[in-house]
């Protein structure tokens, strides 16, 4: 399948390689299969009204209406809505039990500042952002100066980095490796290149990457 | 009194010769619906049309990776200005150009509520729109996006003027949006023909109604935040600069409030258009009319609970979001009902096909497909990740060309015969079709997955290593083949004019009344105006327009060369007055220049100037008056078919009234998103408390209180008083002198506060006395003006028009003013500052 195979790619929210990324991709083939469907039955609905007519006028109006027109999308959309937010809530970073690594990401124009408050000793990286691999991380992400959307495609969604305010995500990457990220939001005229470099180490390599120690 | 009878050429010259407009210069003094809407459809073809070749432009830098073509300073104006000649440059002056053209045609009118407010919008629009792009080709185009986030916005990231030509420009144009609106609803309410009931309205009224109510309550929010943003870059005051206490996030609410309203403001006009050609072409009624209304009605109120589906990454709760999330999932069940009724329509009619089936059924496909990707978009965690990439870009083009562009091409070749007279030509409409409708679907489809694959929005180019060259290539040849498709509609629409056949009454068989005229249609509308006793697209315009074209009908004869028209119950649609229309003027045109001045001024920063210019907006509108209102009384006045009803002078619920209290809702709204925006600072904005507040607030409040209370019982005393009484002088010079009193108290609280410019508290208090001070200045104006129209003796004890304007007005004054000094009284409370 062409567009499948198109999928790969350094930014593809579809080739995921952690578990954010995995249940928004996993959300979106079901969301793609769910529409197909509709747009199927509506366009069938329509191809009906030219030419079977009376497949369709054997309901009253109010059948017709309150079946299709209410009905079916009531239904549908409360799965959806409900299902999507059940998942949601287990995205996100919460306060009770055991505390992932924090790290402290600062956009500005036109890069992105780590700091590693968690790892004594550790040095600040600009553009390339060391994760440990298998663990989650509470990034906490802001801007000095004009609002950034940082975004990591690979690895989950996105948020904005907003002048004054403090969002915090938390990512996890499966396994250790390279990735991208990007800057989601335009930013002024160097928005096209504000990229950086995710670099997933094994949790033991971690403290070295970033210059503390063994 | 009966009118002699004219035969129907004799009537016609009559006619012509008090509506049409003259030839030559006459024309800038146009105030006729019939001109002004096709101007105004004409003007935003010409913006459509600049809009495309920036879409050209876009396509071409990203037809290929690493393109050096034009670099990311030019790509920005092109991207920003893309969007925001669309938004409001083409698409909502286009819907307002229809409903200019068609509104009173479907209702029974001659012409619109307020012809001269008409004209003075399209020169706001025309100057607005030409100051937007004059900037492109001076190189100072707006570059922020056409959202305009601050701080991007702001006077640190963009010292230029191109941001204040975005803010000036767009307030400008938006003022011609606002007129529009409260014309469309008191035109749509009061202009009816006799026997119209609001249940007997053809349905492309019922949605005008409801989108001019949603402009009315949306556009306001986009003009406070304009006004703030500029009062930040000009005068530096911090509402959006988080070192000083504002917030962002502030503008971010603001614009959406506005915004995601707009996406419905544009849809409906169009869903309108697609009610009103689906029945016909299906030769059936419409089916579930009233359920449609409702649907209408339910997508306007859900539509502004929906905008921070724009916001789901800016960190707010995610329980919050949910909130949105299901209000945004909701939106698609009044949608839902609108598309299968109107499929359900085509079943139980014999459906014919014709060129606006052909885009009615391409609206169809596009429009659902919009709306399914929407549906996911309102999940927050696939939000999160399709977000500010091409998906979304995807998505906004489905729904907004499906919505607006495939629909409104089929209202084109629906309505084009009123305009021209003649039938399309047929040989290029058809291949034109097929190409808009392949090369959108090869242009934006694609970009669903260009944007799963992470391309983010307005990068101006891009390396190859990602797997977008393909798909961006197709993209860009889709885009072309999409431009060819249009042009090949421009030309089919010369050659209509130029050699359609003529036709006939009413071509297609319709049932209302727009096809019961002469087409292209006389500048009067009807020679008579009918009496409805069906619902009013259920009528006979074949039969009915030669009896109408006689004078067979209300007011079929012409009285003192006035310009009459019928006005109705609001219910009802009995009449209850006529309404005597004012004449051909230039004054709209020299208040529109006036008005450009002032918005010239502001962007060159000559504040001496604009004060000048405003004194001049100010003064010219004044001279409007004259042209309106009876110096005497002249009690009911024949209007045909047995009945009299008074002029509308001698009415006290007549346009203007509906016209203030329409207004009164807009400023409100505007008002209340102005304290809307102190609460949030105080609560969500970082850097609070702020250093200095007010001290001993409420002692300040008590003089410009009392000034407030006083006005408006100055304007009621003089409601109740003899008309020319010395109480009654009296009273309103009592009124005028009060608002001066509280101008004076405003003044003094403003020059308490603390340095408006060192943080968003001193800022935001600044701005609600201002709107309060500007209120009372409008309101002292009003009432040494009524002075001066008692006098002239434009008022009498029937003649209260002046005497309720102005005190609605200062009634208004007084809450809005005493709601704002309580509101800088709490606010250092609110804040926990010291005080």
Redesign the interface.
């Known amino acids: 399948m062409l567009p499948l195979a198109g999928c790969n790619g350094a930014l593809s929210t579809l080739d995921p390689a952690g578990p954010a990324a995995g249940s928004v991709a996993s959300l979106w083939w079901i969301m793609l299969a769910g529409a197909s469907v509709l747009f199927v039955l509506v366009m069938a609905l329509l191809g009906l009204s030219y030419w079977r007519p009376q497949a369709i006028t054997r309901f009253s109006t109010r059948q017709w209406l309150l079946g299709l027109g209410v009905g079916m999308p009531s239904v549908v959309l409360t799965a959806l809505v409900f299902s999507a937010l059940a998942h949601g809530e287990t995205l996100l970073p919460r306060p009770e039990g055991p505390q992932p690594m924090r790290i402290e990401v600062t956009a500005r124009q036109w890069q992105w500042e780590f700091a590693y408050p968690d790892i004594a000793g550790a040095q600040g990286s600009i553009d390339t952002l060391h994760l440990p691999a298998g663990a989650p991380v509470d990034l906490v992400i802001t801007s000095a100066d004009v609002i950034h959307g940082f975004w990591i495609p690979r690895l989950g969604g996105k948020i904005d980095a907003i002048p004054g305010h403090f969002n915090t995500i938390r990512l996890l990457a499966d396994r250790p490796g390279t990735y991208r990220g990007s800057c989601a939001e335009f930013c002024g005229e160097g928005h096209t290149g504000m990229g950086f470099v995710v670099e997933a180490h094994a949790p033991q390599d971690l403290a070295q990457a970033l210059g503390a120690g063994p | 009194m009966t009118q002699p009878r004219l035969t129907p050429i004799r009537l016609h010259k009559a006619m012509e010769r008090i509506w049409g407009t003259g030839p030559g210069w006459q024309r800038l003094a146009a105030v006729n619906h019939n001109v002004l809407g096709k101007r105004f459809i004409v003007a935003a073809f010409v913006f459509f049309a600049i809009g495309g070749l920036l879409s050209m432009v876009i396509r071409a830098q990203l037809a290929t990776p690493n393109s050096a073509f034009i670099g990311?300073?030019v790509y920005?104006q092109v991207f920003t200005m893309h969007g925001t000649v669309m938004m409001f440059l083409f698409a909502i002056p286009m819907f307002e150009g229809l409903a200019i053209y068609l509104l009173p045609k479907l209702l029974g009118a001659r012409d619109l509520a307020f012809p001269r407010l008409t004209a003075y919008g399209f020169w706001c629009y025309i100057f607005g729109g030409t100051i937007l792009v004059g900037a492109l080709v001076f190189g100072v185009a707006p570059a922020?996006?056409w959202f305009m986030?601050t701080?991007?916005s702001s006077q640190?990231?963009s010292p230029g003027i191109n941001a204040d030509v975005w803010l000036l420009g767009v307030t400008f144009v938006e003022i011609s949006a606002m007129l529009a609106a409260v014309e469309i609803i008191v035109t749509v309410l009061k202009m009816r023909a006799p026997g119209m009931s609001l249940d007997k309205m053809p349905i492309f009224a019922w949605y005008m109604l409801v989108t001019a109510g949603m402009m009315l309550i949306g556009f306001p929010p986009l003009i406070l935040g304009s006004i703030l943003l500029e009062m930040e870059r000009a005068f530096g005051l911090p509402f959006f600069d988080?070192?000083r206490g504002g917030?962002?996030?502030l503008w971010q609410h603001l614009f959406w409030l506005f915004g995601h309203p707009e996406v419905y403001i544009i849809f409906l006009p169009a869903a309108g258009a697609l009610s009103t050609i689906i029945p016909v072409f299906a030769r059936t009624p419409l089916?579930?009319y009233r359920?449609v209304i409702v649907?209408i009605v339910a997508m306007a109120f859900l539509s502004f609970g929906l905008w921070v589906h724009h916001m789901f990454?800016?960190?707010i709760p995610?329980l919050a979001?949910?909130f949105f999330?299901?209000a945004s999932?909701?939106v698609?069940?009044p949608t839902?009902?609108?598309?299968?009724?109107w499929?359900?329509t085509?079943?139980?009619g014999k459906?014919r096909f014709d060129i606006p089936m052909l885009y009615v059924?391409g609206f169809?496909?596009v429009f659902?497909?919009g709306g399914?990707?929407g549906?996911?978009l309102?999940?927050?965690?696939?939000?999160?990740?399709?977000?500010?990439?091409y998906f979304v870009v995807a998505h906004l083009h489905y729904v907004l060309v499906g919505g607006f562009v495939f629909p409104m091409l089929a209202a084109a070749y629906y309505w084009l015969p009123h305009f021209s007279g003649r039938m399309p030509v047929y040989r290029l409409a058809v291949p034109a079709f097929w190409l808009i409708l392949v090369g959108f679907n090869l242009t934006f489809f694609l970009m669903h997955?260009t944007g799963?694959?992470?391309?983010?929005?307005?990068?101006?180019?891009?390396p190859s290593?990602?797997?977008?060259d393909?798909?961006n290539l197709l993209s860009s040849v889709g885009g072309f083949v999409l431009t060819i498709g249009f042009a090949l509609v421009l030309m089919d629409i010369i050659a209509q004019f130029s050699y359609g056949r003529r036709f006939g009454r009413d071509p297609f068989e319709a049932g209302t009344l727009e096809w019961a005229m002469p087409t292209p249609a006389p500048s009067y509308n009807f020679a008579a105006i009918p009496r409805i006793t069906t619902r009013a697209d259920q009528l006979e315009p074949r039969v009915l327009g030669p009896q109408l074209a006689g004078g067979h009908g209300y007011l079929g004869f012409v009285r003192d060369d006035r310009m009459e028209t019928l006005g109705v119950n609001a219910m009802t649609g009995e009449p209850d007055q006529v309404i005597i229309l004012p004449r051909q003027s230039y004054l709209p045109l020299f208040s529109g220049l006036a008005t450009g001045l002032v918005v010239l001024a502001m962007l060159f920063k000559l504040y001496w100037l604009a004060g000048l210019g405003l004194v001049g907006v100010i003064g010219l509108f004044l001279l409007w008056t004259p042209g309106v209102g009876l110096k005497s009384d002249s009690g009911a006045l024949d209007i045909g078919m047995g009945a009299a009803v008074p002029p509308d002078a001698e009415v006290d619920n007549n346009l203007a009234w509906w016209a203030m209290l329409t207004w009164l809702a807009g400023d409100a709204t505007l008002y209340a998103s102005l304290l809307f925006g102190a609460l949030f600072l105080v609560v969500v904005?970082?850097?609070w408390p702020p250093q200095a507040v007010l001290e001993s607030g409420w002692l300040w409040t008590i003089l410009p209180g009392a000034g407030l209370v006083l006005a408006a019982g100055g304007r009621h005393l003089a409601e109740r008083s003899p008309v020319g009484s010395a109480l009654h002088y009296g009273a309103l010079i009592g009124s005028g002198l009060s608002h001066g009193l509280a101008i004076a108290g405003l003044v003094l609280l403003m020059g308490a506060l603390p340095d408006p410019r060192a943080h968003a508290y001193g800022a935001i208090s600044f701005a609600i006395l201002f709107y309060g001070l500007v209120h009372c200045a409008i309101g002292a104006l009003l009432a040494f003006y009524t002075v001066w129209r008692v006098k002239a003796g434009y008022v009498s004890a029937r003649r209260r028009l002046d005497l309720r304007l102005g005190r609605a007005w200062s009634d208004y004054t007084a809450l809005a003013g005493l709601v704002g000094l309580a509101m800088v009284t709490v606010l250092p409370w609110l804040s926990g500052g010291a005080g």
């Not at chain 2, 290593?465 to 977008?468: I, R, S």
């Open positions: 990311p300073e920005n922020s996006g986030y701080p991007l640190p990231y988080p070192t917030d962002p996030l089916v579930g359920a649907a990454t800016v960190g995610h979001l949910a999330s299901a999932a909701l698609a069940i839902a009902v609108q598309i299968f009724a499929i359900a085509i079943a139980h459906p059924a169809f496909v659902v497909i399914l990707t549906v996911m309102a999940m927050v965690p696939f939000n999160q990740q399709a977000h500010d990439s997955l799963l694959m992470g391309m983010p929005r307005r990068i101006a180019t891009y290593a990602w797997g977008w393909w798909l904005a970082p850097a």
